[in-house]
Nanobody, 113 residues
Framework: QVHLVESGGGLVQAGGSLRLSCAAS?????MNWYRQAPGNKRELVAS???????RYADFVRGRFTISRDNGKKTVYLQMNSLEPEDSAFYYC??????????WGHGTPVAVYS
């Protein structure tokens, strides 16, 4: 069993920045950030492989950066130029040994104009 714990969410003015962190208690390979706003489906924001290959949703490309520190078993999401539409719960997701998928409990991000 691997636990994922997110941190770094909060309230920020539009145009501002936040840095989310997700710490894993065990081995996690591919890691992702998802988000879900009230009334909306959960959507993929960004992904990163063990080797550092990244992918982004079109709606965050150029504003958000995903990175990871394999030694610390932590993945980060640097979010710049935040917009009110980015307000949501942000969830960390990862795949561990045997292809088991894990989710964190989420961290809230609220952007006001």
């Amino acid at each position: 069993q691997v636990h994922l714990v997110e941190s770094g969410g909060g309230l920020v003015q539009a145009g501002g920045s936040l840095r989310l962190s997700c710490a894993a208690s065990g081995s996690i390979y591919a890691m992702n950030w998802y988000r879900q706003a009230p009334g909306n489906k959960r959507e993929l924001v960004a992904s990163i492989t063990t080797g550092g290959t990244t992918r982004y949703a079109d709606f965050v490309r150029g504003r958000f950066t995903i990175s990871r520190d394999n030694g610390k078993k932590t993945v980060y999401l640097q979010m710049n130029s935040l917009e009110p539409e980015d307000s949501a719960f942000y969830y960390c997701n990862g795949t561990g040994d045997g292809g088991v998928e894990y989710w964190g409990h989420g961290t809230p991000v609220a952007v006001y104009s």
